[in-house]
Nanobody
């Protein structure tokens, strides 16, 4: 069984920063692309940023220059540093990972439970 556990959400004022973390645990053979998505009330879930196990990161246009994604492969953890936060960044942020489990040839998508980020004065 594989789990993704997020942490780091909260309430901040516009212009402030937050850092989200997501740790993958369980029977993991290969941890491929990891990423962050978000869903605001009444809107569809959207991609925020992704980072492959080796390669180029990608960002939504709305967060470029403000957010930074990184990962610690030794700890199976992905981070999202969010700077200069805006009210429109308010959403539930979900961690995503593409994982091959130990003893299994398949590659599956996994999601965290979500963490609330609220940006308000």
């Amino acid at each position: 069984q594989v789990q993704l556990m997020e942490s780091g959400g909260g309430l901040v004022q516009p212009g402030e920063s937050l850092r989200l973390s997501c740790a993958a645990s369980g029977s993991i053979r290969t941890l491929r692309t990891m990423g962050w998505y978000r869903q605001a009330p009444g809107k569809q879930r959207e991609l925020v940023a992704t980072i492959p196990s080796g390669g180029t990161t990608t960002y939504a246009d709305s967060v470029k220059g403000r957010f930074s994604i990184s990962r610690d492969n030794a700890k199976n953890t992905v981070f999202l540093q969010m700077n200069s936060l805006k009210p429109e960044d308010t959403a539930v942020y979900y961690c995503h990972a593409i994982i091959r489990r130990s003893g299994d040839y398949r590659v599956d998508d996994y999601w965290g439970q979500g963490t609330q980020v609220t940006v308000s004065s």
